[in-house]
């Protein structure tokens, strides 16, 4: 993709993130993006089928980027322990630089349409199920507690995480990489045998 073709397509998600953010979804046009991004509908639909597309791909490349670094985590140098405290810390302090883009996700998923909807939780599902596998390589090795299932554990921590748009103010006292060090060290004391 030449560099200017990036440019009009990283100008439609960047404005669509805003937009969707300031206004939600289901209120904000087309026409609202195109033109605060300065581009024709017709450039908008040749990078993007619809407006489900746009929030779609505003998720996406977010999970794309976690998954490609929990990929690197779990395959990476370090005990098991290390490795997911890292993993952990990771989603939280990604997700808070990406909370716009995590935020209008979570607000506006059940608007998609079914089949875009059900491939992103598809998606979704292979993160949790890469984070769950070092969870049971932990109790496989007896680091890690077995006295609750792994799936249950990853849908307790992603469900903390998942909830950080609704109180993480960027502005606060605490920035994104300490909120995921204490997550982090909250999931490993959680699994003390």
Avoid: C
């Avoid at 300031?22 to 993006?33: D, Y």
């Avoid at 606060?172 to 909250?186: C, I, K, Q, R, T």
């Amino acid at each position: 993709m030449t560099r200017d073709r990036e440019s009009v397509r990283q100008r439609l998600l960047s404005e669509a993130t805003r937009l969707f953010a300031e206004r939600g979804f289901e209120s904000t046009s087309v026409q609202e993006v195109v033109s605060a991004a300065g581009v024709t509908k017709g450039a908008m639909y040749h990078y993007f089928d619809s407006k489900d597309d746009l929030l779609h791909e505003i998720y996406g490349r977010v999970l794309r980027m976690q998954m490609e670094r929990l990929t690197a985590i779990a395959d990476g140098p370090g005990t098991v322990a290390e490795r997911l405290h890292a993993a952990a810390a990771d989603v939280v302090r990604t997700t808070v630089e990406n909370l716009d883009d995590s935020k209008i996700f979570f607000r506006s998923m059940h608007l998609l349409a079914p089949d875009t909807r059900k491939s992103v939780r598809a998606e979704r599902r292979r993160y949790h199920e890469r984070f769950r596998d070092l969870v049971t390589e932990g109790q496989r090795e007896g680091v890690f507690s077995t006295a609750s299932p792994a799936e249950i554990v990853v849908d307790f921590f992603f469900g903390s995480v998942h909830h950080l748009g609704t109180w993480y103010n960027t502005e606060g006292p605490l920035s994104g990489a300490e909120v995921g060090g204490h997550f982090a060290d909250l999931l490993l004391a959680s699994l003390r045998p």
